[in-house]
């Protein structure tokens, strides 16, 4: 599902390049992607709180696929738009179930989501390979290639879907006895906010930056960008082992601090040391990336639903929205310029977690009481 997401960042460059979109334009592109599948996505949430809805999940993967692979054969910037929409509306209604079943099968623990979530980084990892491949074999006009690995995936989710039958429509997680905590669920999407915006905003440029100041062409572009998601799915496994060591608080507040200097030596320090900011770049943004989404379902234990919809989907998707300012910028200026702000966004986003606590994890504890290996809680 999520080498969709990373696949219209991908596509920016041969916009640009083919279409002679402007970086405004291009980047409206991103927006079209992201805008409607923040809006929806919390709507999927609330309704997965509701009901059970596994048969999302081949539908989704199939309408993800179809809009990117229509955007390079689309007439008309309008269309383009439209279609790329129409994919993330896939991609909206995809997370929240596939969340639900997620922290059902893991019980809760920090590792198994964070699997769960090395597979979405994963995707985005391989959007840019992909992406590169089919342009190579025949540019825009080749675009619906792209929807090969929406048809595996929608095969694979039926699969799983008709063999587990009736166990996983009702399958969910004990309401948790305590209350929802809404401040610091709120506290802690902001900083999501603020850690989607550099994700979205790098997503979307870097390709092109890295070409402007290395001089190299498209291959050295789509090595950063490759840099900047494979490092994710490294990181977003590494997240949840530390997790368990130090806690998951204390990770995800010292990776948005280390992501400050990472970017600022991805937009500020020449030469080929960019692929190596990228890749500290990539471990600040991923290692909290599974446990945000923990954290949101522990601090809204009632709305596990609503929580991944808002934690994985709006929060994120925002980022989106930022991405017409940027472009705009980057036509006024420099994209150099129009990237400077990107390296104060986590510094905000640390502030924001300041005076967090834990949150009870039910379903961990749930898990450890039924595991026959430790019958008793800990």
């Known amino acids: 599902m999520d ?19 402007s970086y405004a334009a291009a980047s409206g592109v991103v927006l079209a992607a992201s805008l409607l599948s923040s809006l929806v996505q919390p709507l999927f949430g609330v309704l997965t709180d509701r009901w059970a809805m ?22 008309s910037y309008p269309l383009t738009l439209a279609v790329v929409a129409l994919s993330g509306l896939g991609v909206a209604a995809y997370h929240p179930e596939a969340a639900r079943l997620a922290r ?19 995707g985005f990892a391989l959007a840019p390979l992909l992406v590169f491949a089919v342009m190579a074999a025949g540019g825009l006009p080749a675009s619906p290639l792209l929807a090969i690995p929406a048809v595996l995936g929608a095969v694979l989710c039926a699969t799983v879907v008709r063999s587990a ?34 994700f979205v905003g790098l997503g979307a440029f ?12 498209e291959a050295a572009g789509t090595a950063a960008l490759f840099v900047l998601y494979a490092g994710g799915a490294v990181g977003t496994l590494a997240g949840g ?3 368990e060591r130090y806690g998951r608080l204390a990770v995800v507040r010292r990776s948005y601090a280390l992501t400050v200097p990472a970017v600022a030596g991805l937009v500020l320090v020449p030469g080929p040391t960019v692929y190596l900011f990228a890749a500290l770049t990539s471990a600040g943004l991923y290692v909290p990336f599974s446990l945000h989404l923990t954290l949101g379902q522990d601090f809204l234990p009632r709305r596990t639903g609503t929580a991944s919809g808002v ?20 036509d006024a200026t420099s994209l150099r310029t129009a ?26 504890v749930a898990a450890q009481r039924t595991d026959p290996r430790d019958p008793a809680p800990r």
């Not at 080498?3 to 979109?21: K, N, T």
């Not at 309408?63 to 007439?75: E, F, I, R």
């Not at 059902?104 to 994963?122: E, I, K, P, Y």
């Not at 966004?345 to 606590?357: E, I, K, M, S, T």
């Open 311 to 330: 934690t994985l989907g709006l929060t994120v998707s925002v980022g989106g929205l930022a991405a017409p300012a940027i472009g705009a910028l980057a």
């Open 3 to 21: 080498v969709y997401q990373g696949a219209v960042a991908a596509l920016v460059p041969y916009f640009v390049a083919e279409r002679a979109y």
């Open 165 to 198: 039958g009736s166990g996983i429509r009702g399958a969910g997680l004990p309401v948790a006895a305590g209350r929802d905590d809404w401040a610091s669920f709120l506290r802690l999407s902001g900083a999501v906010v603020c850690r989607s915006v550099v």
């Open 241 to 243: 082992r530390l997790a």
């Open 206 to 217: 870097v390709s092109l930056y890295v070409r402007q100041r290395t001089g190299g062409g």
């Open 54 to 75: 596994p048969w999302l999940l081949p539908l989704s993967a199939l309408t993800a696929g179809a809009g990117v692979a229509l955007s390079g054969v689309t007439g």
């Open 104 to 122: 059902v099968v893991a019980g809760g623990r920090h590792t198994g989501m964070s699997w769960f979530s090395f597979g979405g980084n994963a």
């Open 339 to 364: 990237l400077l702000p990107l390296i104060a966004l986590p510094a905000v986003g640390r502030l924001l977690l300041c005076g967090l606590r834990e949150p009870a994890a039910p379903g961990a």
